[in-house]
């Protein structure tokens, strides 16, 4: 099945900095990649997706960039503000099954 | 955006008991929902895919004895733990797909004692 492997495992960055997630998969099948915020205590929420017929997607702060060839997806949040600390997953989806990275606990600091 | 319930939200148990956890997609219908387990600060991981109508596909490692799966109908899939035993506590988290995209349960707290 699919593998999906995610970078750094806890990121603490300064309110107002970027914050850049990476994950690698090894499914070429995979066409959608999703990205998820997860609060302590709550379910995931999509934040941003792609999928592989595009490079790179923004909304507002957030955005994700796609190398198929290399089999890599970013995150990148910019301007972070305190409400962005959470543990966020990506995802790789190779048809109607979702596997998860392991996850990065992002901590901004006011 | 759509909504997806999960009952209970916690359950503790007997070991070698069973333990049933619904998943209902409340306002839209399903043909597809997703069981993960989510050990504590780790990621969720798939168990397996639950198709209406059809039997479930486990991923690799899953006892499908173990844990039963069952969507009877496009808004409610079931999953029951049989025989739990105390390396069954987790939270267990399920998700429904509707136009490719997938709203999660907010997730069941499951011990076993």
């Known amino acids: 099945g699919e593998n999906v492997e995610q970078h750094p495992s806890t990121l603490s960055v300064q309110e107002g900095d970027s914050a850049v997630i990476k994950c690698t998969y090894s499914d070429s099948a995979s066409n959608y990649f999703p990205w998820y915020k997860q609060e302590l205590g709550k379910r995931p929420q999509l934040i941003i997706d792609i999928r592989s017929n595009v490079g790179e997607k923004k909304d507002q702060r957030i955005a994700v960039t796609l190398n198929k060839t290399a089999k890599h997806f970013s995150l990148h949040i910019t301007e972070t503000q305190p409400e962005d600390s959470a543990v966020y997953f990506c995802?790789?989806?190779?048809?109607?099954?979702?596997?998860f990275g392991t996850g990065t606990s992002l901590t901004v600091i006011p | 955006g759509a909504v997806v319930s999960q009952h209970p939200s916690r359950v503790i148990c007997k070991s070698g008991t069973s333990v049933k956890i619904e998943c209902r997609s409340l306002d839209f219908q399903a043909t597809t929902m997703f069981w993960y387990r989510q050990f504590p600060k780790q990621s969720l991981m798939l168990m397996a895919t639950?198709?209406?109508?059809?039997?479930?596909?486990?991923e690799q490692g899953v006892e499908k004895d173990k844990f039963l799966i069952n969507h009877a109908s496009l808004t409610l899939s079931t999953l029951t733990v049989t025989s739990a035993h105390p390396e069954d506590s987790s939270f267990y988290i399920c998700s429904a797909l509707t136009s490719g995209e997938q709203f999660f349960g907010p997730g069941t707290r499951l011990t076993v004692l």
């Open positions: 639950s198709n209406e109508g059809s039997k479930a596909t486990y």
């Open positions: 995802a790789a989806s190779p048809g109607n099954q979702f596997y």
